[in-house]
């Protein structure tokens, strides 16, 4: 850099000198600490979400057989698809998890599972009712669509501090920061659905004499469904994206795996808990889209 | 006493609508308060009464407010001002649980493009207005069943909306509005996203049900040939207020103002105008006291070939042509009555320009308009036909 344009972006540079640093960070940090308070809600949430991922789902899926597990998961593809004519989606989940079993992944798998159902109910349970109040009232929506957006743009790691801090290590802050992480298209496509619900049908129903609630039921969620399923959706698989990030805050996992393999620069380690994830990913994505009423009455 | 009574009803649209409102009764235009305030201006103090079993046409171009003012009259649109009477109740008063009572047992809507769900087959969208009220399933189905038996649906109550043809659909539509028996219809737009022919079925099927229910009927249209076929009366909006109610011959023979007119300068007339109202004067004899002599001196004077044959009490006849009449007169004979062509066409005063073109055409005679006793009233050549088609002049009742 030339001399004279050294002094000339010193003298501009000293023009800020007046403003103190503003100490963003440490502001956060203190309404994290002071947020601590509450610690006992916390152990609350804590115990709850723990319950649901490992005495609910995890033990049950543990009681099967895996070979009655990847046969019973067939057959329900099967008779998800059975009316469409298309047998690609049971084949793929036959082998797929066939392939799961044999590269030893299957406990890792049952517990990533978990994880992803447990983060997904909870966004659904969350999610939805609150798209459904953001589509009634315009005030909520300005207020929840830049929180919505701030959750999707914040760098997914970040999540991991305050779920650390608040819910220690292991599963929990996994499974909290999965949510934080997945819920918004969830919340997003359910107010989209319930908007976009033509008014012609909203009037009809109101004309004849509907309640709110009979409005919501009868018409609303009905016509939302297509779209509400593709938010739901969108959340599994934004969830699962989350366990590998999760596994650096000691998630069990498939997750882990792949974390470990990246720092021990394991190829094939890597590569067999990544396809996993991928099948995975592939399974739940297509039983979810085949569920979705589109294509039939 | 009127079914219902609006009075100085009103809707501005935007933040702040009673700034609006009291520009409105100083006499501002729409555009006037959209320029001063930027507040839109649905439908300015309208004021009408309809009567039990009429059916009332709203119609305008789009932009007129018609569709607002319907759904004044149920509130999916709340009013800024005004009064909606139905029997004796003011509706704009009504908490929600009263006006829901109404909208479920006293008025019913039929939409433009059907308002149909999709996910519902087509008994159980039927089925809706009586399932928000908590009525049981068995007579659900049965009332349900009745009304889609009433648009002629019997068969199709397990498909679903999409299956249908738009006409089908509307009927479903119909059928839904009437399963709850409401003693009032709103139609919006109902038949505008039909193709003509269907719209044109679907109009007489309204007309059908109409003679044997007897609702009122609020019908919104933006098709004038719509609003004279159906309409008992009609009301015309522009810029959101009333420019003229009125019956269809009313507003044809006497718009209001130029906005009416125009409205009016193309509908096909043949529709609207009745033999009444495009007759002449005959020239006849009467069977009584004229003989072979008097007739032919007529049918000079008047430069005809024919003329009609009355008795004293004006009853037809029937006609004598000129040829006959004056081969009687050189025989000398005395009576007419020999000569009296009796198969005279006959139409009544109601009949239809419509449906005088045929007669007219096949006719070599004038065609003779009687009342119910067979009076003699006018008769129509073809000539007046072309002149009342040409809008130019409509002769007063002979």
Redesign the interface.
């Known amino acids: 850099m030339a001399e004279w344009w050294e002094s000339i972006y010193n003298w501009f540079d000293g023009l800020l000198n007046f403003m103190p640093r503003i100490p963003l960070g440490s502001w956060v940090e203190s309404f994290v600490e002071w947020l601590k308070n509450a610690q006992f809600v916390f152990d609350g949430i804590r115990s709850v979400i723990a319950f649901i991922t490992t005495d609910v789902f995890l033990s049950f899926f543990q009681l099967i057989p895996p070979i009655i597990f990847i046969l019973a998961l067939t057959g329900i593809a099967y008779a998800i698809v059975k009316k469409q004519g298309s047998y690609g989606l049971p084949i793929l989940v036959f082998f797929g998890l066939l392939l799961i079993e044999s590269v030893d992944y299957w406990d890792d798998l049952l517990l990533t599972l978990s994880l992803v159902l447990t983060a997904t109910l909870i966004s659904i349970i969350i999610g939805v009712p609150l798209g459904i109040w953001m589509a009634r009232n315009n005030t909520v929506q300005r207020i929840v669509t830049p929180i919505l957006d701030f959750m999707q743009t914040m760098p997914a790691f970040v999540y991991l501090i305050p779920a650390v801090a608040f819910f220690s290590i292991g599963i929990v802050p996994g499974v909290v920061a999965s949510v934080i992480f997945a819920m918004p298209p969830t919340v997003r496509l359910t107010n989209l659905g319930i908007r976009q619900v033509p008014t012609e049908l909203i009037e009809a129903s109101e004309a004849f004499g509907s309640t709110a609630k009979q409005k919501l039921y009868k018409v609303q969620l009905p016509m939302a469904k297509v779209t509400i399923m593709a938010g739901i959706n969108q959340t599994i698989m934004l969830a699962l994206s989350m366990v590998v990030i999760a596994a650096m805050i000691g998630t069990d996992g498939i997750g882990r795996q792949v974390y470990y393999a990246v720092g021990r620069n394991d190829i094939a380690m890597g590569f067999e808990a990544g396809i996993c994830l991928v099948i995975l990913a592939i399974i739940l994505d297509r039983l979810t889209q085949a569920l979705n009423p589109a294509s039939k009455h | 006493m009127a079914k219902i009574k609006v009075e100085g009803l009103t809707k501005i649209f935007g933040k702040k609508p009673s700034q609006g409102m009291k520009l409105l009764k100083e006499g501002k235009s729409k555009d006037e308060i959209l320029a001063e305030t930027g507040l839109t201006v649905g439908v300015n103090q309208a004021s009408f009464e309809v009567d039990d079993a009429e059916v009332f046409v709203i119609m305008g171009l789009s932009g007129s407010g018609k569709s607002t003012l319907v759904?004044l009259l149920?509130r999916?649109i709340e009013p800024t001002d005004g009064k909606v009477w139905i029997d004796n109740e003011d509706l704009a008063q009504m908490d929600e649980k009263q006006l829901?009572?109404?909208?479920?047992?006293k008025m019913?809507?039929v939409?433009?493009?059907?308002?149909?769900?999709?996910?519902r087959t087509i008994l159980s969208n039927v089925e809706?207005?009586l399932?928000?009220?908590g009525i049981d399933e068995k007579k659900r189905h049965e009332k349900a069943m009745e009304s889609l038996e009433l648009v002629g649906l019997k068969g199709y109550e397990h498909q679903?909306p999409d299956q249908l043809s738009g006409g089908m659909q509307q009927r479903v539509g119909l059928a839904?509005a009437l399963a709850?028996d409401p003693s009032v219809l709103?139609m919006d737009e109902a038949f505008s996203a039909l193709d003509p022919l269907i719209r044109k079925d679907m109009q007489d099927e309204l007309l059908d049900l109409q003679e044997k229910m007897q609702k009122t009927i609020i019908f919104i249209t933006h098709d004038l040939d719509e609003a004279l076929r159906i309409g008992d009366r009609i009301t015309i909006m522009k810029d959101g207020a009333i420019v003229q109610i009125g019956t269809p011959e009313e507003i044809l023979t006497n718009p209001a103002d130029d906005y009416v007119e125009r409205f009016v300068e193309d509908v096909d007339r043949s529709k609207v105008f009745t033999a009444e109202n495009i007759m002449v004067r005959p020239a006849t004899v009467t069977l009584e006291k004229d003989g072979p002599r008097v007739a032919l001196q007529r049918m000079k004077d008047e430069k005809i070939s024919s003329v009609f044959v009355v008795k004293r009490n004006k009853e037809l006849v029937g006609i004598v042509h000129a040829d006959e009449v004056s081969k009687a007169v050189k025989e000398n004979a005395k009576d007419l009555g020999p000569l009296v062509h009796a198969d005279v066409p006959t139409v009544e005063l109601e009949t239809p320009m419509h449906d005088l073109f045929h007669a007219i055409s096949t006719s070599p005679v004038p065609l003779a308009v009687i009342d119910k006793d067979r009076r003699l009233k006018g008769i129509i050549i073809r000539s007046t036909v072309l002149s009342a088609l040409s809008g130019n002049e409509v002769t007063d009742n002979g």
């Open positions: 759904r149920n999916l829901r009572k109404v909208r479920r047992e019913s809507m939409f433009q493009k059907f308002g149909l769900f999709p996910f809706y207005g399932e928000v009220q679903y839904r709850n709103l």
